[in-house]
């Protein structure tokens, strides 16, 4: 994978402070893991108050969390007068999100000025074994003062 | 609009049951609105404990409530042994998710026997004005017993 | 549908120099229809050498057709000084693309500084009846000097 | 990489038959180039018939060499009873697609009995030297009979 340089050296502690902002990773329980230029992973445990109608994780918080991830990837390689917003991203289901916790991890494929593409994967993880659930291509935007 | 044919005479009664099974909606405290031939809303009032980092409501909200609405607009027009999952969507936050309340409205624009597609937009309302928040376009799926 | 004011009185004409340049189009035989603030159509006749594996239109190509109407929709809004980039798009494929000829007509469902959120849907026509074959989704971007 | 089984040892085979009827392919100058289980590559020598309007490839070429080795990489993991069609596709157009030649390589994310989910990168090769220009996220879908 290719190798990225982030434009402040506070790019990680930049990520955790903007995480900690998003009271919804409170609500449903995720927490950050890695946090690396141009990577980052985030960890949710199942809960019984974020489903579908079948009892498994509803595709909008498996794909809250991968979006956040990917948002966050993308930070991580802005520079310090920027923030980040999701412009876009479409994610496919794969298989039913059922398990015990769930990670995402996002990487960025392209890093530009004002734009950043990221992927993401989201795995269920059941006795330690992690089975790949949702797949997502996600457009971030570097937003400079006012948005 | 086109018209569409519902499968069942229970296709509204159908939809209120599997919403109320989606132990999510409660959570975050989405109720459904319209629901008929093809179309579906949601209504979700803002709430502190679902934003990002500037205090707007989370993308994976608006998603979670563009991809439900999509999801039982397919559904009004399935048969009754039939469930339906998303199999993928892409979403365009369009302006800043910021509102008293958001509105996701959900239209089929083809149903077939397997694959129905679906468009959703949600609007955030201020001082009952509508601003378009978000434009979808997803792919959901009919399921005949175990998947 | 949302009405536009275009920023520069060459609009049409802007469009039209910048669709004689795609020697894609002049290729597989699209022209340029309707070139409205906000709105474009491009229609094309079906041509044997334009085909997937079961003689039906390629959807690259039906693809082709619709990302072009929807970068020229978002640039019918743009400045003089600004041309336009595909930034993505997604695409469903609702039916087989068969038929005589094809039209995609793109609008803008919200057009900010530098990016721009399109719309088309993509029919095909069979003894002057239209049917629905494609719909996308897509982001366009202003770009200003070079890339 | 997950390694696959392909459910017929004529997989190569019945990629490259299919392959050599869609017209588009031959009238672009496209060729098969790898084949294996869940993975095709196709390569695209620039020609100035194929550009948007600033001598590039065109989006809309981009799309379909990608579009195609995604729905042959399904195709591989396929029965001998069924064909391939496209549901639906996103693409990220990364960087201008400027290069002597291009190429698309795609890979199986997750096979299942009627959906098949592919992503495909696309590169442009300029003296020897890749660039990536564009990630595509896919579902492909098998076809039984009649479709």
Same mark, same amino acid.
């Given at each position: ?22 009271? =919804? ?6 927490? *950050? #893991?890695?946090? !690396?230029? %141009? /990577?980052?992973? $985030? ?41 980040? =917003? ?6 496919? *289901? #794969?298989?039913? !999100?059922? %398990? /015990?916790?769930? $990670? ?44």
């Amino acid at each position: 994978m290719k190798r990225f340089e982030p434009k402040t050296a506070r790019f990680e502690e930049r990520v955790r402070e903007s995480f900690n902002r998003q009271t =919804l990773m409170k609500t449903i329980g995720a927490r *950050l #893991l890695r946090v !690396a230029p %141009g /990577e980052v992973a $985030i960890e949710l445990p199942f809960h019984d108050g974020l489903t579908q109608q079948h009892g498994y994780l509803h595709a909008g918080i498996v794909t809250a969390i991968a979006d956040t991830a990917c948002g966050y990837a993308a930070y991580t390689l802005m520079p310090e007068e920027a923030d980040v =917003l999701s412009v876009e991203y479409k994610i496919n *289901l #794969l298989s039913p !999100a059922r %398990g /015990e916790k769930f $990670i995402a991890r996002a990487n960025v494929k392209r890093a530009g000025r004002n734009l950043t593409v990221c992927e993401a994967e989201v795995f269920a993880i059941n006795d330690d074994k992690e089975k790949l659930v949702a797949a997502m291509l996600a457009t971030m935007m570097a937003i400079r003062g006012i948005d």
